[in-house]
């Protein structure tokens, strides 16, 4: 996802600086653009190193570093344009009673008011300002009509504002601004209080210095829960064995190799997590001795090989109040197989799939599954394994509900 922040000048522009990284950890790429009031507060630079993009200042300019006299071209021209097609969001915070008196009134006498009028992305703005100024018929005015118009007004808070003066104008809490971008991107934030640990990928378990036993998980789907997890709002513990993905940027990584690896990794971040969800295809065998050299051919061979380490087993020993969802990827018997897993494991739930279908599964960007809990079963029919993430996360927010909802009742 990619938004577009408009910092508009207040004394609460300092604040945006880690409304950039807030959003950054929940996946999303920003783009800054900073009215020229803005810009006496804090310097663009300030926001080109922390969004990694180039922040835009003016309308025929070419973003930070560009002066007023910088010479246009075309490209700077309908930068607007390019920009309003490209986002899936407009945030503006904080937003000053200038810029929503040009939202509402539709001016478009800077970059950033030419932008609103271009987009048709959700709008959200927050609102920053002194008391008077917010009280003022004329910005509640202008409120009312952008409100009808469907922007999201994240409302400020009282409190003691820079001009000495109290009541409410101050920027609203950073976390309340992103839940409610988040919400207008569709991505609720209803995993903020959790941490999420999830293993993904394949293992892998040495033969010799050259060869290891391994299996087709690409990783895909525990990279999609992953970066779902944290637009959700949740905090990410990933382990992951051996892919060539790119991690989400918002998780912490925990890279390993073999299944023994993945148990010790697992059971070390197990206290910090309140959720597991354990996509990760471990290796059900390992050679029972490793050659310390490479083995030469020489006919035929036989390679003795021993179980591996069950993790969901040492989880459901180790863990408190976790929720715990397990993954099966089955050829056979799916269901029966899953429910048999789902009880002996004490999960609260199950994700199981058919591998042995084409197309979906293993090296593929879709799959298709049945969540089992004990009072449920959901199918999901071939989507895309992002798609699938959010049905699996969904589940884990109801479990999380029943549960709350249970010990209110205890209580």
């Avoid at 577009?4 to 920003?30: D, F, M, N, P, T």
């Avoid at 591998?355 to 293993?362: C, D, K, L």
Wanted: hydrophobic share 45%; proline share 4%; glycine share 6%.
């Amino acid at each position: 996802m990619k938004v577009a922040l408009g910092v508009s000048g207040g004394i609460a522009v300092y604040k945006a600086a880690e409304i950039v990284r807030l959003l950054q950890e929940r996946g999303v790429r920003v783009q800054v653009i900073m009215t020229r009031a803005a810009q006496e507060f804090v310097r663009p630079l300030t926001f080109a190193a922390l969004s990694g993009e180039k922040v835009i200042t003016d309308m025929f300019a070419t973003g930070e570093g560009n002066t007023n006299n910088a010479q246009p071209n075309i490209d700077s021209a309908v930068e607007h344009i390019a920009v309003a097609q490209s986002i899936d969001a407009l945030l503006v915070a904080p937003a000053t009673a200038d810029v929503l008196a040009k939202f509402a009134q539709g001016m478009a006498s800077d970059f950033l008011s030419t932008l609103y009028l271009a987009t048709t992305a959700p709008v959200v703005a927050a609102p920053a300002m002194n008391v008077n100024m917010w009280n003022h018929p004329a910005t509640q005015a202008n409120l009312e009509i952008l409100r009808k118009r469907g922007v999201r007004i994240v409302e400020p808070g009282e409190g003691y504002l820079a001009c000495g003066m109290t009541g409410p104008g101050r920027l609203a809490e950073n976390e309340s601004i992103v839940a409610a971008l988040m919400e207008a991107l569709g991505a609720s934030q209803d995993l903020g209080r959790e941490t999420v640990l999830i293993t993904a990928g394949p293992t892998r378990e040495k033969v010799d210095p050259v060869r290891y036993l391994t299996n087709r998980s690409s990783g895909r789907m525990g990279y999609a829960l992953a970066e779902a997890a944290s637009r959700r709002g949740a905090r990410v513990l990933l382990v992951s064995g051996p892919t060539a993905l790119t991690p989400p940027g918002a998780a912490e990584l925990t890279q390993v190799e073999s299944a023994e690896q993945m148990r010790q990794a697992v059971l070390k971040l197990l206290p910090e997590a309140t959720v597991v969800i354990k996509t990760a295809a471990v290796s059900d065998y390992r050679p029972k001795s490793t050659a310390s050299q490479k083995i030469k051919r020489s006919g035929p061979m036989s390679l003795e090989l021993e179980p591996t380490v069950d993790i969901l087993a040492e989880i459901a020993r180790h863990k408190n109040s976790q929720i715990v969802v397990g993954f099966a990827a089955e050829t056979q018997n799916a269901l029966e197989n899953a429910r048999r897993k789902l009880a002996s494991k004490s999960l609260d739930a199950i994700v199981v799939n058919d591998v042995s279908r084409e197309g979906v599964g293993f090296d593929s960007d879709r799959n298709a599954v049945t969540i089992i809990t004990n009072d449920s079963v959901v199918d999901v029919p071939e989507t895309t394994k992002w798609e699938v993430a959010q049905r699996v996360l969904d589940e884990v927010v109801r479990l999380r509900q029943r549960i709350l909802t249970t010990t209110r009742t205890a209580n």
